[in-house]
């Protein structure tokens, strides 16, 4: 008897159980189709964004010519040398100041102020075909068009800034090396166990 009475009731709890789950999953499958459709459309707009880009960056690689390109180059080649230049020179000023040191201390520097002073002649010179090619590549820029008489022209300067650079560095390492050969010898102490 009691299983009739308690019947209904259990029938009426299990129902209600059944009804809040069934919408649940109702409203997370609609959640489910939205987010993915969301996430289609982000993706849409992120591809679309993508080749947007990429057909800029087709105009802009199209807007600089080869001439322009190679002029890039050329001035990209003459900053690195003159970074290059700069810090000769600042060697230059230290060996300047250890000369004046040695010669404080009094050793002899006559042949060591003699191969500085070579070195600071190839350094003017070197100065020199430095900018003489940077004057070369800034015309060929301007006029437009580079013809073969200029890529000659920049193609020599180019190789008399290298061997000029060449001969600064070759007369430092001279310079060095006298330098090195005038310092007092330092004493070494034997150790007596």
């Known amino acids: 008897m009691c299983a009739l009475v308690l019947a209904p009731a259990i029938t009426k709890a299990h129902e209600d159980e059944v009804e809040p789950s069934v919408t649940v999953e109702m409203k997370d499958s609609a959640g489910v189709r939205r987010t993915q459709e969301k996430r289609a459309d982000l993706r849409g707009g992120i591809q679309e964004r993508r080749e947007d880009r990429m057909e800029k960056v087709k105009e802009i690689r199209e807007r600089v010519s080869e001439q322009d390109s190679k002029h890039l180059v050329w001035k990209m080649l003459a900053k690195r040398a003159y970074i290059g230049m700069f810090q000769i020179e600042k060697l230059s000023e230290r060996l300047d100041a250890r000369i004046q040191k040695m ?7 006559s042949k060591a102020e003699t191969q500085n002073e070579v070195v600071k002649a190839n350094i003017a010179d070197a100065k020199v075909k430095l900018e003489a ?17 200029m890529k000659t022209k920049i193609s020599a300067a180019k190789e008399e800034a290298k061997a000029a650079l060449k001969k600064v560095h070759e007369s430092m390492r001279e310079l060095i090396k006298i330098l090195r050969d005038l310092r007092p010898e330092t004493k070494t102490v034997e150790s007596s166990n």
Do not use: I, R
């Open 103 to 109: 010669e404080d201390e009094g050793v002899d520097v």
């Open 133 to 149: 090619l940077k004057t070369l590549s800034t015309e060929a820029h301007a006029a437009g068009t580079v013809d073969e008489e």
